[in-house]
């Protein structure tokens, strides 16, 4: 029997590198089995973008796409869901969702991530879950899901790409099952689905520029992950804003005020409400 060869193709989003990270450790494992594989970062560049969409378009071979979004506001971000409504139509496509979440809750991102892509057309064989450090918390020294990814969340994304690449081997790849990612309770699933980031962006405090030190360098603007920024000669924000703080954290003068106390607490309490077994989890079929 001939090895069917599969094209691999990752997209992520990633403001603050983690679900990069993610997105890296199964590159590197795909590449080491000799796989190709073509990465793209989804948010800013577009016409990228747009050429790897062509290329998994015409590909004639069967495809396997990994899928990565942050966990924000109890789902996956509305960028990645925007994506996998793009994905082509692929008679052979299988997929693998992941999602890092901060600790507070991986809620609803992978089983609506799982029932978009099947509604795509595309097999859901394989989903995984990784803890990360909570992006709001940055300024704190001890976060929520200080320390990961961690050298055994890397390896438990080597078991993911071994699974996955041993099940395609077959002629007819074995399917997870969409129930085994609605692994939240229904009442709480029920509950997470009242929140959403639009909501979460009305919740999440201000950022004011400082003229007195901001020194309209531009470095905002640089590190935005959706180019919700523009120098008019201050920075201003954008509708596309995904509350990323990417900006805040980043700038070298301190020039964009916040107070992210109120939230600390926020995230805490979810944490405790939703008491999460396993931070992090690999689903196979
Ligand atoms: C606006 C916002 C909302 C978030 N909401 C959640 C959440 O609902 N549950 C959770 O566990 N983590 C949440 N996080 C934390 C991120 O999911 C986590 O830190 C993730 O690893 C960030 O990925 P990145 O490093 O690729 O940006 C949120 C972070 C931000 C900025
Ligand atoms: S990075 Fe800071 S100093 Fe530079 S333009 Fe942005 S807010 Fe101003
Ligand atoms: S404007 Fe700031 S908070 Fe909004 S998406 Fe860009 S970097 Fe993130």
Same mark, same amino acid.
């Given at each position: 029997?001939?090895?069917?060869?599969?094209?691999?193709?990752?997209?992520?989003?990633?403001?603050?590198?983690?679900?990069?990270?993610?997105?890296?450790?199964?590159?590197?494992?795909?590449?080491?089995?000799?796989?190709?594989?073509?990465?793209?970062?989804?948010?800013?560049?577009?016409?990228?973008?747009?050429?790897?969409?062509?290329?998994?378009t015409?590909?004639?071979?069967?495809?396997?796409?990994?899928?990565?979004?942050?966990?924000?506001?109890?789902?996956?971000?509305?960028?990645?869901?925007d994506?996998?409504?793009?994905?082509?139509?692929?008679?052979?496509?299988?997929?693998?969702?992941?999602a890092?979440?901060?600790?507070?809750?991986?809620?609803?991102?992978?089983?609506?991530?799982?029932?978009?892509?099947?509604?795509?057309?595309?097999?859901?064989?394989?989903?995984?879950?990784?803890?990360?450090?909570?992006?709001?918390?940055?300024?704190?020294?001890?976060?929520?899901?200080?320390?990961?990814?961690?050298?055994?969340?890397?390896?438990?994304?080597?078991?993911?790409?071994?699974?996955?690449?041993k099940?395609?081997?077959?002629?007819?790849?074995?399917?997870?099952?969409?129930?085994?990612?609605e692994?939240?309770?229904?009442?709480?699933?029920?509950?997470?689905?009242?929140?959403?980031?639009?909501?979460?962006?009305?919740? $999440?405090?201000?950022?004011?520029?400082?003229? @007195?030190? /901001?020194?309209? !360098?531009?470095? #905002? =603007?640089?590190?935005? &992950?959706?180019?919700?920024?523009? $120098?008019?000669?201050?920075?201003?924000?954008? @509708?596309? /804003?995904?509350? !990323?703080?990417? #900006? =805040?954290?980043?700038c &070298?003068?301190n020039?964009?005020?916040?107070?992210?106390?109120?939230?600390?607490q926020?995230?805490?309490?979810?944490?405790?409400?939703?008491?999460?077994?396993? &931070?992090?989890?690999?689903?196979?079929?």
């Amino acid at each position: 029997m001939t090895e069917k060869i599969y094209k691999s193709f990752i997209f992520y989003c990633s403001p603050a590198g983690t679900t990069r990270h993610v997105a890296k450790v199964v590159e590197r494992k795909l590449k080491s089995k000799k796989r190709e594989v073509t990465v793209c970062e989804i948010g800013k560049n577009k016409e990228q973008l747009t050429r790897v969409l062509q290329n998994l378009t015409e590909i004639e071979e069967p495809v396997t796409v990994y899928i990565g979004s942050p966990v924000y506001a109890s789902h996956a971000l509305p960028l990645i869901m925007d994506l996998i409504e793009r994905l082509p139509a692929k008679s052979q496509g299988y997929a693998v969702p992941f999602a890092t979440w901060g600790g507070a809750t991986s809620a609803l991102a992978l089983e609506e991530m799982g029932a978009a892509l099947t509604a795509r057309g595309y097999s859901v064989i394989a989903a995984a879950k990784i803890l990360a450090v909570h992006s709001l918390m940055w300024q704190l020294e001890n976060p929520v899901g200080s320390g990961h990814p961690d050298a055994a969340n890397d390896r438990l994304l080597d078991d993911l790409v071994d699974a996955v690449e041993k099940n395609l081997v077959h002629s007819e790849p074995l399917i997870l099952s969409q129930k085994v990612l609605e692994y939240q309770p229904r009442a709480m699933a029920a509950e997470m689905l009242k929140l959403n980031l639009q909501i979460a962006k009305g919740i $999440l405090p201000q950022r004011t520029i400082n003229h @007195e030190v /901001c020194t309209q !360098c531009g470095e #905002c =603007v640089t590190q935005c &992950p959706v180019e919700a920024l523009t $120098l008019a000669p201050w920075p201003v924000f954008a @509708e596309p /804003c995904i509350s !990323c703080f990417n #900006c =805040v954290r980043l700038c &070298p003068e301190n020039g964009i005020e916040t107070d992210l106390t109120p939230i600390y607490q926020r995230i805490r309490e979810r944490a405790q409400a939703a008491q999460e077994g396993a &931070p992090s989890q690999i689903y196979l079929p």
